[in-house]
C-alpha cells in the first residue's frame, strides 16, 4: 500500500465524496445508533443534507450534533468505503436554505420551495475520514476540518 501526503489524501477522498451523493448517515437515538440513506450535496464547498422536518433524524441530530457518514465505494471489481466523522447542523437561515435547496436534485420532487415547513437543511461540517481505497487491505485516516 502506497501512502500518500495528507494533502493528496484529502484531495482523493474529496473527489469521491463529490461523485458520491447517496450516503449512509449514522445518528444517535438515545443510546441506540440509527444509520439511514440520504443525500449529500455541495454547496459553496460546504456539504448538506434535506430532509423532512418531522423524520427523526432531524430531532436526533438536535441531541447529539455528532453524526458519521459512511460512503461506500466500488471500482474495477473492488469495494471500499470513507468514514466521515463530524457535527450536523440545523440551518435556519432562510437565505442559505433556499440557495442550498437549489443544489440538491430531489428537492423539487418533496418540498414545495425553500419555505416548506416540512423542509429541513443540515449542514455536515467535516472533520475526519477514514478512507479504505478499493482493493485495498488497509484504511488511512486524515483530517478534513476546515481552519
Known sequence: MARVSESALQQEIMAWIRQNQYVYLATVDKKQPRVRPVVLFMHEERYFFAT???DAKVAQIANNKWVEVCVPLQEEGHTGYIRLSGIATIVNNAALRAEASGRCFFFDEYFSGSDDRD???IEFDLEAAEYLRPGERYSQTCS???Y
Request: no cysteine.
Open 52 to 54: 423532512f422536518t418531522g
Open 119 to 121: 423542509y429541513t437543511l
Open 144 to 146: 478534513l476540518k476546515r
